[in-house]
């Protein structure tokens, strides 16, 4: 099974990872944003992008 990355609360709504996410897993939900599970492929170009670091990655 694929990582899983989730997005912290240091997420300053940017809007990298929404842009580089490859399978568009990364959306908007009540103003902050979630990880679709089922579409993350784990190739973390998220946690990559994001100058913050807000987005983690999850043990499997």
């Avoid at 490859?22 to 973390?44: K, M, Q």
Wanted: proline share 8%; glycine share 10%.
């Amino acid at each position: 099974m694929s990582p899983s990355v989730t997005v912290t609360d240091r997420c300053v709504g940017c809007g990298g990872c929404l842009l580089t996410c490859p399978t568009h897993a990364i959306r908007p939900v009540g103003g902050t944003l979630h990880v679709v599970d089922e579409l993350c492929t784990g190739c973390l170009e998220c946690l990559e992008i994001c100058p913050v670091d807000a987005i983690e990655e999850q043990p499997t």
